[in-house]
């Protein structure tokens, strides 16, 4: 276990709802990566932030947003739900170069 | 996001024996790889990294091969168990705008036949 832990672990939206996914990251971490994983496919990323602060962003439209708080844990907002936002969210720690993953929450938008 | 295979290639390999699994990386100034396994339903377990001023790194049963004249790199698996099965991904990470940005590669999936 990486002791980066994801709430909820599954979740089923509506097309245009909006979607708040939570990482805890491992103790002492102060960088969280977002990453988003269709099926069978590679993690693509999302945005990285390091101390409260978003430092780096993929090619994601600004309806995914995000924040990290004091304590390191950070949250993954979707607006404006869409059929293809379907997949594996993932999110990962990190204090040096190694990035820890957490298990994921599985989003499916109907 | 960017977009990458849908068909994941596989390597099915008999239980005992080493496995290779390759990896062609874009980015020649990429610094630092690291190979990843994912189980089902799991999010992607650290295996093993390398430097980029290194071209062999070995851990428990696993070694990482770097080519940068090739811009390539392997996993290679001894011994492979049936708890090896999984797919495997491989990262590279280069300085990208001021933060270190990670890009995953399509993936193998490994097959273990008992």
């Known amino acids: 276990e990486t002791g980066v832990t994801q709430s909820p672990t599954h979740l089923i939206k509506t097309r245009g709802q909006q979607v708040t996914l939570r990482c805890s990251s491992q103790?002492?971490?102060?960088?969280v990566s977002w990453y988003q994983q269709a099926l069978g496919q590679g993690p693509q990323f999302i945005f990285q932030?390091?101390?409260?602060?978003?430092?780096g962003r993929g090619n994601f439209p600004p309806r995914f947003s995000g924040l990290q708080f004091p304590n390191y844990s950070s949250e993954l907002n979707v607006n404006a739900l869409e059929l293809d936002d379907s997949a594996l969210y993932l999110c990962?720690?990190?204090?040096?170069?190694?990035?820890?993953f957490g298990p994921g929450t599985r989003l499916l938008v109907l | 996001g960017e977009s990458v295979g849908l068909h994941l290639p596989t390597l099915s390999v008999q239980e005992g024996d080493n496995s290779i699994i390759n990896c062609a990386y874009s980015?020649?100034?990429?610094?630092?790889f690291i190979w990843y396994k994912q189980e089902s339903g799991k999010g992607p377990q650290f295996i093993i990294d390398?430097?980029?001023?290194?071209d062999k790194r070995q851990g428990q049963r696993v070694t990482v091969l770097l080519n940068k004249t090739v811009k390539h790199l392997s996993l290679q698996i001894a011994a492979t168990q049936p708890g090896d099965s999984a797919v495997y991904f491989c990262?590279?990470?280069?300085?990208?705008?001021?933060?270190?940005?990670?890009?995953f590669g399509t993936g193998t999936k490994l097959q273990v036949i008992p």
């Open positions: 990962a720690s990190s204090l040096a170069e190694t990035q820890y």
């Open positions: 103790s002492g971490h102060n960088t």
């Open positions: 932030y390091y101390r409260e602060e978003e430092n």
């Open positions: 980015n020649s100034a990429s610094d630092y």
């Open positions: 390398i430097r980029s001023n290194m």
């Open positions: 990262a590279e990470k280069g300085a990208s705008g001021g933060y270190q940005k990670v890009t």
